[in-house]
């Protein structure tokens, strides 16, 4: 799950970052509204935490303008602010839903996990594909009833490819769906992650269908299908 996080308060920014990626997110971070803004509508986040109180462009604003061009990626409102009329304002503009500070880490993920699956809210949190399941709660996966171990980062990737089964994405588009925008990594990064993931729900299921498929000249997918 990618996560944009969006404080001018680089202390709280910083260890809000750090702690949703202990917990096996992709976090991207800015400090003022309009970077926010330019990040939030060139690339694709679950959700995005956004800060009222911003330098450049403030929060409300930044809301206001992401649905105007369409961008329906759930907003997480954070203010110092807890008036009724603040949050009025901030959910009458577009925000999904709102926090205010000082708050605990562990409801802000709580209301992340609550957001990322709003649109599908009458299905279990659990992403399937043959025989092969992924928990987005639980942070488990398994295949034919055998636990499989994960790091995060391969967690991460086999979540973004699971979400987007069937469909065949380049080592670019999955380098900025499943890193930070700035990390610093190459595409053979990719290959690498791609190579461990084969390891470990293909490889050891001698006679199942291998489900991680190279797409030559193209990229990558999740799939059933026999190509």
Same mark, same amino acid.
């Given at each position: 799950?990618?996560?944009?996080? =969006? ?12 702690? &949703? *990626? ?16 330019? $990040? ?23 809301? /206001? @303008?992401?649905?105007? *061009? ?10 110092? /602010?807890?008036? =009724?009329?603040?949050?009025? &304002? ?20 709580? @209301?992340?996990?609550?957001?990322? #699956? ?9 992403? *399937?594909?043959?025989?092969?399941? %992924?928990?987005?709660? #639980?942070?488990?996966? *398994? #295949? ?5 171990? $994960? ?34 990594? &190459? ?23 291998? %489900? ?16």
């Amino acid at each position: 799950m990618k996560i944009l996080v =969006v404080e001018d308060d680089h202390k709280i920014s910083s260890s809000i970052k750090r702690g &949703l *990626e202990q917990e096996a997110f992709a976090v991207d971070t800015a400090f003022n509204g309009e970077a926010g803004f330019d $990040l939030a509508v060139s690339e694709n986040y679950d959700v995005i935490i956004l800060d009222i109180m911003l330098p450049l462009m403030d929060g409300i604003e930044v809301c /206001k @303008r992401l649905r105007k *061009e369409k961008i329906s990626t759930p907003v997480l409102m954070l203010t110092a /602010k807890s008036q =009724v009329s603040d949050k009025i &304002l901030g959910l009458n503009t577009g925000a999904d839903d709102y926090l205010s500070k000082p708050f605990s880490f562990d409801e802000l993920v709580a @209301r992340i996990r609550a957001l990322s #699956r709003r649109p599908k809210a009458t299905v279990e949190n659990i992403l *399937e594909i043959a025989d092969l399941k %992924l928990n987005q709660n #639980r942070f488990t996966v *398994e #295949r034919d009833g055998q636990q499989i171990t $994960l790091s995060k980062k391969e967690f991460s990737l086999l979540e973004f490819l699971m979400k987007n089964k069937n469909q065949v994405f380049t080592k670019e588009q999955i380098i900025s769906n499943v890193w930070n925008f700035d990390a610093d990594i &190459l595409p053979n990064t990719v290959e690498v992650y791609i190579g461990y993931l084969r390891n470990k729900i293909d490889k050891p299921f001698k006679g199942k269908q291998d %489900l991680l498929k190279t797409v030559r000249g193209f990229g990558y997918k999740i799939s059933e299908d026999k190509k």
